[in-house]
């Protein structure tokens, strides 16, 4: 059983666009989420998080909105960059545990 | 500073053999984290250790898998037997609780290794 879904296995986007990457869990105790950028033969890196006590994180290009009611968060990159093709993978954690659960990756694509 | 370092970046067995990956956190870091990827499954934790000491090995698919720690700057994962359904990107992932003792789970990840059963 899936606790962390990523229903979109790939996205593709116009440069300068806005990408938008979702993300939905189902255990409620999930208090603190992240998104990984991964490129390929890298590991994936951070990219930016969100506690459950927040409902918008922003960090430059990339902002993380969370729905606790939904279950649901999204990945807004804005503007798109072709630099911005990669896989991103959604994580959540519980009560501080450093116990990563990951989804398993949308692949996106900025076309120039 | 070095990030995480894996060996082999690739490996390339047939079933039945012993297969060893090795791992290097970053120093000072005090969680290591083996990870693996396949298509069908995502990345999935396979084990954590604190402090060189094994937290939650509940990722780990079978006996034939065992991770060691045996210090701070070196980690390693062996298959024995290897099996084709084991072949997949292995990942290692150190972070650090930090000094406000709360690491906020940025873990930072290895190259990976990705192996190949046949």
């Known amino acids: 059983d899936q606790q962390v879904k990523q229903n979109s296995p790939s996205l593709s986007v116009q440069e300068g666009r806005i990408s938008i990457l979702n993300c939905d869990y189902t255990n409620s105790m999930f208090d603190y989420f992240l998104w990984y950028k991964k490129y390929p033969a890298e590991g994936p890196t951070f990219l930016i998080s969100?506690?459950?006590?927040?409902d918008k994180n922003e960090d430059g290009r990339f902002t993380v909105f969370l729905n606790k009611s939904a279950k649901h968060l999204s990945l807004h990159i804005v503007p798109s960059q072709p630099g911005d093709s990669a896989v991103y993978f959604c994580a959540a954690s519980q009560g501080g545990s450093e116990k990563l659960v990951f989804g398993k990756g949308t692949k996106l694509t900025v076309n120039p | 500073d070095a990030g995480v370092i894996q060996s082999p970046r690739h490996e390339v067995t047939e079933m039945g053999q012993e297969v060893t990956l090795r791992c290097k956190p970053i120093?000072?870091?005090?969680?290591l984290f083996w990870y693996r990827q396949t298509m069908m499954r995502g990345l999935e934790l396979l084990i954590y250790f604190n402090n060189n000491v094994p937290i939650d090995d509940s990722g780990m698919p079978e006996d034939r898998f065992s991770a060691k720690m045996p210090n701070a700057s070196f980690s390693t994962l062996k298959i024995q037997p290897s099996e084709p359904r084991d072949s997949a990107v292995y990942f290692c992932?150190?972070?650090?609780?930090?000094?406000?003792?709360?690491?906020?789970?940025?873990?930072?990840f290895g190259p990976g290794t990705r192996l190949t059963v046949l």
């Open positions: 969100i506690s459950s006590i927040k």
């Open positions: 120093s000072g870091h005090d969680y």
């Open positions: 992932a150190s972070s650090s609780i930090g000094l406000a003792g709360f690491s906020y789970n940025e873990q930072f």
